[in-house]
C-alpha cells in the first residue's frame, strides 16, 4: 500500500522538529527551529502545535523554549529500558499496601503535572482524584505542589504567570501557591487539604536524583479522618519518604549506569 504523500509529509516535517529538539536538551526557539529545518514560520508553528496537541513536545513557560515532551519521553525511556511509572509500580503498591489508601505518581512538564501512575489502597472509601494522564497545573494537589515547592525561584514566577487563567479554574493563584509552598517547606512534606475535593486530603514528596533532577512527585491520598497529624507523621509520611527515595535511588542508579556503561543498580530494576 502506497503511503498518502501528504501524511508522509506531516511525518516527515514532524520528524525533523523533534529530531532537531533531541539535540537541543535546554529547548529551542520558534526562530532556531525555522532556521535548522528550512521550513517557513509558519509551518513551522503548525507542526509544533500537532506536536503539543499529542503531548510530543511543549513550550517552557521560563524561556519560550520548545522542548519534548512526557509522552515522548516516556517512549524514549521504554526504548532505553526504562518505564517511569514501572520503576515505581513495587513501591507504590507497597505504599497502597500498607496504608490501605490511593497512592499517585505525577511528573513535571511545562507548567502541568501529569498523573502517570496510580495504585488504589483497600480501604473502602477511595480518593480517586486523579486518573492516569490527567493533568493539573504545578502546585494544584498534593503531588503537583510537591514538585512546585521544590523548583527554584524563577521557574515558579515563570510557570505561575503561564498558568494564571488555568489557576483561576481552581480557585488558586500565585499568591495562594507561596504560601503553600512556604508551608510545605516548613513542613517537610506538601499537604492538599481538600482543595480539589472537600473532604479529600493527600500529602506529597518531590522524587529528586542524585545529580538534582525534579523527576517526579509521589502523593498519599486519604479522607480527611484518616489524614489527622498523628497518621501522618507515624504512617504515612515515613512511608512515603522510604519510597520516595527508593525511586530515587533506583533513577540515580538508571542514570548512571545509561553514563557508565555499568550495571550500579544491584540488580533491581523497580524501586
Not at 490511593?102 to 501512575?117: H, K, Q, R
Not at 513542613?187 to 533532577?213: E, F, H, Q, S, W
Not at 519510597?243 to 538508571?254: C, V
Request: charge should be positive; proline fraction near 3%.
Amino acid at each position: 500500500m502506497t503511503a498518502d504523500v501528504s501524511t508522509t509529509g506531516s511525518i516527515a516535517r514532524a520528524a525533523a522538529i523533534l529530531t532537531a529538539l533531541s539535540d537541543a536538551p535546554d529547548g529551542e526557539t520558534l526562530t532556531v527551529l525555522v532556521s535548522r529545518t528550512g521550513f517557513t514560520k509558519t509551518t513551522t508553528h503548525r507542526v509544533l502545535a500537532s506536536l503539543q496537541a499529542v503531548d510530543f513536545v511543549f513550550q517552557d513557560p521560563l524561556s519560550r523554549r520548545y522542548r519534548l515532551g512526557g509522552r515522548l519521553a516516556e517512549i524514549g525511556w521504554r526504548a532505553e529500558g526504562l518505564d517511569l511509572a514501572a520503576m515505581a509500580e513495587r513501591g507504590m503498591k507497597r505504599l497502597a499496601a500498607l496504608t490501605e489508601d490511593t497512592v499517585f505518581l505525577s511528573m513535571p512538564e511545562g507548567s502541568a503535572s501529569i498523573c502517570v501512575a496510580r495504585e488504589v489502597g483497600a480501604f473502602p472509601i477511595k480518593t480517586l482524584t486523579l486518573e492516569r494522564g490527567d493533568r493539573r497545573p504545578l502546585g494544584v494537589g498534593a503531588g503537583a505542589l510537591a514538585l512546585y515547592s521544590a523548583m527554584p525561584d524563577a521557574r515558579r514566577i515563570a510557570t505561575n504567570k503561564a498558568n494564571r487563567h488555568w489557576l483561576a479554574e481552581y480557585r488558586a493563584d500565585k499568591y495562594r501557591l507561596e504560601t503553600l509552598r512556604d508551608d510545605a517547606l516548613k513542613r517537610g512534606y506538601a499537604l492538599n487539604r481538600g482543595g480539589i475535593v472537600r473532604g479529600m486530603n493527600a500529602i506529597g514528596l518531590p522524587v529528586i536524583t542524585k545529580d538534582g533532577r525534579l523527576v517526579a512527585a509521589l502523593a498519599i491520598g486519604a479522607i480527611e479522618d484518616r489524614t489527622t497529624p498523628e497518621r501522618i507523621e507515624t504512617l504515612l509520611l515515613p512511608a512515603l519518604r522510604e519510597e520516595a527515595a527508593r525511586l530515587s535511588d533506583s533513577l540515580s542508579a538508571f542514570r548512571d549506569t545509561n553514563r557508565t556503561g555499568k550495571d550500579v543498580s544491584n540488580g533491581e530494576t523497580q524501586a
